[in-house]
């Protein structure tokens, strides 16, 4: 009696709360960027650290958005568009914005989760872009 009541409960717990259960790593939620490296064609390095800018973006149901703010706390830049996230790849195609020159093509990325952090690479409209970003949610 004892095991069924166990099993019972166990099968509550699981069907209760699925996400628990079977949630495979996401990046859907809020993020911020915590470190960056970026590298120009010319071989012009790039390095910001926590504190240089501020940076959300938020990823939801295949849709992006983010807003980047100067350290003093100017507007930087804003994107938001849609994006596929399938293992290690992440592609992005920004649609609205204040980058004209990046809307509607689209950008594709490596993708790597490690508990709360997610590290995001590739090339840019001819820059390498290392980030890491860490989650808020």
């Known amino acids: 009696?004892?095991?069924?009541?166990?099993?019972?409960?166990?099968?509550f717990c699981c069907l209760?709360?699925?996400?628990l259960a079977s949630e495979p790593a996401t990046l859907q939620g809020s993020w911020?960027?915590?470190s960056a490296v970026y590298t120009k064609a010319d071989g012009t390095v790039i390095t910001l650290s926590d504190?240089?800018?501020?940076?959300?973006?938020?990823?939801s149901k295949g849709h992006f958005s983010f807003v980047t703010v100067n350290k003093d706390?100017?507007?930087?830049?804003?994107?938001?568009?849609?994006?596929?996230?399938?293992?290690e790849s992440y592609n992005e195609t920004p649609l609205t914005g204040s980058v004209p020159?990046?809307?509607?093509?689209?950008?594709?990325?490596?993708?790597?989760?490690?508990?709360?952090l997610w590290l995001h690479s590739g090339m840019e409209d001819g820059m390498k872009i290392e980030e890491v970003w860490v989650r808020l949610d």
């Open 16 to 19: 209760a709360f699925p996400s």
């Open 101 to 116: 020159t990046m809307l509607n093509k689209t950008y594709e990325f490596k993708a790597e989760l490690k508990d709360n």
């Open 32 to 34: 911020t960027l915590q």
């Open 1 to 11: 009696m004892k095991n069924l009541a166990l099993w019972i409960f166990s099968a």
């Open 51 to 59: 504190g240089d800018l501020k940076s959300v973006k938020i990823l």
């Open 73 to 87: 706390g100017s507007f930087s830049s804003a994107l938001t568009g849609s994006y596929q996230h399938n293992g």
